[in-house]
């Protein structure tokens, strides 16, 4: 096996230990470590939760007292940059400076303002040998929703919606005691929960909050509701509990950003669906393909031409997936 083979053998192996972090990362990004030693794992470790210690220095850690003298011959993999700055935590890349490792491999280098390559600077200027992009599209994707806010400072936003069989999101309605067109079955309605559970935000327009007065939480799953925005202008009294209002979408993403807020998902109307697709804010979309056909109603949003997209089967019922890159 020849030394790129090699590199991404263990940098796989930093993605499927960063994934363990998911639930308890965010809002820091996901990340792996190992240290190897002439094709050996001598230790391994993730970041569990924002605020307690970087993978790296749970790699280093998880060393036994046997085996901490071969660190000065072994390889330290990582799937994001290791840090440079004293934030909750100390610098990663001074701890690795000061084991003696002597090579590092990098899946990415990380977008955040205090980090951005000086982290792989430090290392180098130390005489560590580093090596920076293995594997690199799959480091960014594993974290896309960290990248993406530090890269626009803006929230990765998802876009989310149901249509019926025949192309339509809803019946035509003016009164909000009239029900929706119910698309979503049991088990697709758990998928979209799951969904926002994932995100830390959730939005929808004006007029969806008039006639569906959605509560726009997560409980046909588990985890934390996301923060219920309505986009437009919503008379004094009319907006519930909980929910914050804006009058226009710069002003919201700016807002969220400076909250620190990564992730949004936009459950709207055609109208504020429709407007986020033309101005191109979007990373995600997801669309569930109903089996119920309405026959007229308010259409489905309509996709730039020729972007790309996958559909799969879940429960009987077609998913399609975009990917704004």
């Keep these: 096996m020849n030394n790129l083979q090699e590199d991404k053998k263990w940098m796989r192996r930093c993605l499927t230990l960063a994934r363990c972090g998911r639930y308890g990362a965010p809002p820091n990004p996901m990340v792996g470590s190992v240290v190897v030693h002439n094709g050996r794992i001598i230790g391994e470790g993730y970041h569990i939760r924002c605020g307690t210690a970087h993978a790296e220095v749970n790699a280093i850690g998880a060393v036994k007292e046997a085996d901490r003298a071969l660190l000065k011959e072994s390889t330290l993999y990582v799937n994001l940059e290791p840090c440079s700055h004293h934030g909750r935590t100390p610098p990663c890349a001074e701890l690795i400076i000061r084991t003696g490792i002597p090579r590092v491999v990098v899946g990415c280098v990380d977008p955040f303002a205090k980090v951005e390559g000086r982290g792989i600077r430090m290392l180098r200027e130390a005489g560590i040998d580093v090596t920076v992009g293995v594997l690199e599209a799959e480091c960014k994707h594993l974290n896309r929703r960290f990248i993406t806010f530090h890269t626009h400072h803006r929230p990765f936003i998802t876009l989310k919606w149901a249509r019926s069989s025949d192309g339509f999101i809803d019946k035509w309605r003016d009164d909000s005691t009239e029900e929706p067109a119910h698309l979503s079955t049991p088990h697709t309605l758990m998928r979209v929960h799951r969904l926002r559970s994932q995100h830390r935000a959730i939005l929808v327009g004006h007029g969806t909050l008039r006639l569906d007065r959605p509560t726009l939480t997560v409980r046909h799953w588990t985890g934390e509701n996301p923060l219920p925005i309505v986009l ?29 807020i990564q992730t949004l998902l936009v459950e709207g109307g055609e109208q504020t669906l429709q407007t986020f697709i033309n101005r191109g804010l979007w990373d995600e979309a997801w669309e569930e393909q109903s089996l119920v056909r309405l026959e007229s109603g308010v259409p489905a949003p309509r996709m730039p031409i020729g972007t790309e997209h996958s559909t799969e089967t879940l429960f009987g019922v077609n998913i399609s997936h975009w990917r704004n890159r």
């Design 232 to 260: 437009g202008r919503v008379a004094e009294g009319e907006l519930p509990a909980g929910f914050e209002a804006f009058c226009d979408i710069d002003t919201m993403l700016e807002e969220l950003y400076r909250r620190g």
